[in-house]
T-cell receptor
């Protein structure tokens, strides 16, 4: 069964600090992995999408890494801002079946 | 133009009533998806439309759930005889095709009392 697990479930950090969110998946055969940001009361918004051959991809202060061998991904947020408070969702799709498998997300709270 | 829009934003209904949720996708997007997000859980796929056809309905949880799409545009998700376990946020997304990036609407929060 295709599964995506994220950790930690929730995280609280001070504004300006860095943090790293983790994602492990069992989706096979792997097609791509996406990180979404979901603000409270809004739909998810794509941050990055990574294919098998990509190890690192950045989007501003967000950097995603992918290790297709160990089936792990991380999302690193640098110099956090209050607006980074949101849920971050890891989403994986399989080759030949583009149906997305969603993780349950990490709830990130930035405090001043 | 505008992003994906959904209406209503919130819906409270009594158990046993029928509800209709609406999704307006981004213009030109041929693919449309419905998802359910229960509190504290990940998004669950419900149904996928390509044009006005639904080649993948595998996520619909029961025959009380149905969806249609017309004019390769607006879609409605109908839940008949609502149950308390139907309470969730229902999200709609659209894309240029199933392998393309999906853009999500803000969701409809459904509460069944």
């Amino acid at each position: 069964k295709n599964q995506v697990e994220q950790s930690p479930q929730s995280l609280i950090i001070l504004e300006g600090k860095n943090c790293t969110l983790q994602c492990n998946y069992t989706v096979s055969p792997f097609s791509n992995l996406r990180w979404y940001k979901q603000d409270t009361g809004r739909g998810p918004v794509s941050l990055t999408i990574m294919t098998f051959s990509e190890n690192t991809k950045s989007n501003g202060r967000y950097t995603a890494t992918l290790d297709a061998d160990t089936k792990q991904s991380s999302l690193h947020i640098t110099a956090s801002q209050l607006s980074d408070s949101a849920s971050y969702i890891c989403v994986v799709s399989a080759v030949g079946n583009e149906k997305l498998t969603f993780g349950t997300g990490t709830r990130l709270t930035i405090i001043p | 133009g505008a992003g994906v829009s959904q209406s209503p934003s919130n819906k409270v209904t009594e158990k046993g009533k029928d509800v209709e949720l609406r999704c307006d996708p981004i213009s030109g997007h041929t693919a449309l998806y419905w998802y359910r997000q229960r509190l504290g859980q990940g998004l669950e796929f419900l149904i996928y439309f390509q044009g006005n056809s639904a080649p993948d309905k595998s996520g619909l949880p029961s025959d009380r759930f149905s969806a249609e799409r017309t004019g390769e545009s607006v879609s409605t998700l109908t839940i008949q005889r609502t149950q308390q376990e139907d309470s969730a946020v229902y999200l709609c997304a659209s894309s240029f095709g199933r392998a393309h990036e999906q853009y999500f609407g803000p969701g409809t929060r459904l509460t069944v009392t």
